[in-house]
Nanobody, 120 residues
Framework: VQLQASGGGLVRAGGSLRLSCAASGRTSNINGMGWYRQAPGKEREMVAWIYRSGGTNYMNPREGRFTISRDNAKNTVLLQMNSLKPEDTAVYYC???????????????WGQGTQVTVSS
């Protein structure tokens, strides 16, 4: 499985960005897809996740700033990020897990990172 991410960039605080990730290869093996991010000097953290069934997990579900969606037919996942803050600045990585992996298992596949920079 290969994951191709796109959509990062530079935006001012309060702005929006949409990240896209397209999976190719043996996509029938994929269950969960989503995004992690890593800021300089910090550990990589899960941002948003969506399962083939449509179930989702978010890092900060109460904030409601990020929305993840998925098109199973096109093997793509989108992350709409609104009301961005400088602390959202990080490299964002698309990732995926194989079928039958337990909930919360670390991703099996990783795409290249895409830089998101939010200026104050």
């Amino acid at each position: 499985v290969q994951l191709q991410a796109s959509g990062g960039g530079l935006v001012r605080a309060g702005g929006s960005l949409r990240l896209s990730c397209a999976a190719s290869g043996r996509t029938s093996n994929i269950n969960g897809m989503g995004w992690y991010r890593q800021a300089p000097g910090k550990e990589r953290e899960m941002v948003a996740w969506i399962y083939r069934s449509g179930g989702t997990n978010y890092m900060n579900p109460r904030e409601g700033r990020f929305t993840i969606s998925r098109d199973n037919a096109k093997n793509t996942v989108l992350l709409q990020m609104n009301s961005l803050k400088p602390e959202d600045t990080a490299v964002y990585y698309c990732s995926a897990t194989r079928l039958f992996r337990p909930t919360g298992a670390p991703p099996d596949y990783w795409g290249q990172g895409t830089q998101v920079t939010v200026s104050s």
